[in-house]
């Protein structure tokens, strides 16, 4: 008896395949469009930049816009006062975080479902909701135009990066922990030494999300800080917009540089990126 014949099956397979992927990189280039503009923009003069219809090769290239650029605003101060500000963001929540979600993951209690829940209830309220009364706590107690309203926060825990922890930990072997209880271990050392060695992929995507959401935060900067000296790079950047427009090269220019390291980081943490979103949904 013949077999049947699938190759009209594994024909249309790769026909799907072909047109799903010739898809997606319509869409990516649709994507890249600014991106490429804006960086072939940063190696154009000033005149070539307003010329209409814009030409998407520089002719001259120039590179004049960088150094121009990164001297021209404090640049470097300003980079300082960001990294300051994203790295003890990434450090606080990652701590204050992952604690929160090994309490409601790990730990048996009464009430830490209704507790999850309300936590979970707290993200419908958006930032514009609670600016005002914020701002007014800090301001009475001496923070305003300092980095601490900017930082503390980060520290006292986020519902939307504790939802993700919690729903990874969820995926971790009760038997683990379980035998590190009976071998007297305490709820320490389980998260220490347990638990958090085993979720490097959902840490790595909650610091990666902690990161740029500092790294390109301008309303928070804009509200509580007015010392320049104290700009971040966004805030600096809308500053240099606003007062110097006319340079569109040099404003260019320094976009790309401040862009450059998200990218850099994303490419290089993406496989563990994905695999915390994909993970943090499979149990719970």
Not at 19 to 29: D, F, K, Q
Not at 153 to 166: E, Q, V
Request: charged content about 10%.
């Amino acid at each position: 008896m013949a077999e049947p014949d699938d190759s009209g099956g594994r024909g249309m397979s790769r026909m799907a395949t072909i047109a799903a992927h010739t898809a997606l990189i319509l869409l990516s280039l649709v994507f890249l469009v600014p991106l490429l503009w804006l960086i072939t923009s940063s190696l154009k003069t000033d005149a070539q930049i307003l010329r209409f219809p814009p030409e998407w090769i520089p002719s001259p290239v120039t590179l004049k816009n960088y150094p121009g650029g990164l001297t021209f605003i404090p640049f470097w101060r300003q980079l300082g006062n960001t990294l300051l500000i994203s790295s003890l963001t990434v450090l606080g929540t990652l701590l204050s975080c992952s604690l929160v979600a090994y309490g409601l993951a790990r730990v048996r209690w009464r009430g830490r479902n209704a507790l999850f829940g309300i936590l979970l209830g707290t993200m419908m309220l958006p930032f514009q909701v609670t600016m005002v009364p914020v701002f007014v706590m800090f301001a009475r107690i001496g923070w305003v135009d300092t980095f601490w309203p900017l930082i503390v926060p980060h520290f006292l825990g986020s519902a939307f990066y504790i939802f993700l922890m919690r729903q990874f930990f969820l995926t971790i072997p009760l038997e683990l922990t379980e035998a590190a209880r009976i071998d007297g271990c305490s709820e320490w050392d389980i998260y220490r030494r347990i638990v958090l060695p085993l979720s490097k992929p959902v840490l790595a995507t909650v610091g990666l999300f902690a990161f740029m959401a500092s790294w390109n935060d301008y309303l928070g900067p804009l509200i509580y800080l007015a010392d320049e000296s104290r700009y971040t790079l966004s805030l600096g950047l809308a500053s240099f917009s606003s007062q110097y427009g006319s340079y569109p090269g040099m404003l260019m220019a320094v976009t790309v540089v401040i862009t450059v390291p998200i990218i850099v980081i994303f490419f290089f943490a993406q496989r563990t990126f994905i695999q915390g979103i994909t993970l943090t949904g499979i149990k719970g």
